[in-house]
């Protein structure tokens, strides 16, 4: 394992500007659920191009994990959006989605507006694997909202790959740009 590059690739649907930006605040901040559907099956399609085999007859990931909230934020949230983002590929492709194979051990400062370090410092350690969970030679595809630094990620992702994941892949709604 390398690790200083335990995600093996990113893919991003959009860059985080106008509408896509716009889509993301509104489900997770403004509870509008009902975006999900669609930008999950947006999501669920990119998916279908990066990760099938040469020869388009199977995936190339045993298991699709959603980046996890803190139990405090998902009890005021009321939702992950990452799991939301999800369900299209438990409907569509009967991809193994493990909502709880990861968690957060700790309460972190919300992401947003801090500057790359403090977002490696803030999440640092936050991570764990949930007991009694083998994933030892497993591809892995973590997904989540939105790509900036990639902290959030690369902590998922050193866990995985420390217990055993032979890849870990990552898929975002949008990635933004630091350099702004």
């Not at 990113?10 to 500007?17: G, I, N, P, R, S």
């Not at 901040?29 to 975006?35: C, E, F, M, P, S």
């Not at 959006?81 to 989605?97: I, K, P």
Request: aromatic residues 4%; hydrophobic residues 45%.
């Amino acid at each position: 394992m390398d690790p200083a590059r335990p995600l093996a690739r990113v893919t991003a649907l959009f860059l985080h500007d106008d509408g896509p930006a716009m889509a993301v605040r509104a489900l997770k901040y403004k509870n509008k659920r009902a975006l999900a559907p669609p930008m999950g099956r947006l999501l669920f399609v990119r998916a279908l191009r990066a990760h099938l085999d040469a020869e388009g007859k199977r995936w190339d990931i045993d298991l699709v994990v959603p980046v996890p909230l803190h139990g405090k934020r998902l009890r005021q949230r009321g939702f992950n959006q990452a799991s939301l983002l999800l369900c299209a590929f438990e409907d569509e492709a009967g991809l193994r989605v493990c909502h709880r194979l990861l968690r957060r051990r700790r309460e972190t400062t919300p992401q947003a507006g801090l500057t790359r370090k403090a977002r490696l410092k803030n999440v640092k350690g936050a991570f764990e694997l949930t007991p009694g969970r083998d994933i030892k030679g497993k591809r892995v595809l973590l997904v989540d909202d939105v790509f900036t630094t990639g902290s959030t990620l690369t902590a998922c992702a050193t866990i995985l790959k420390k217990h055993g994941a032979s890849e870990v892949c990552a898929l975002v709604f949008a990635r933004r740009d630091m350099a702004r």
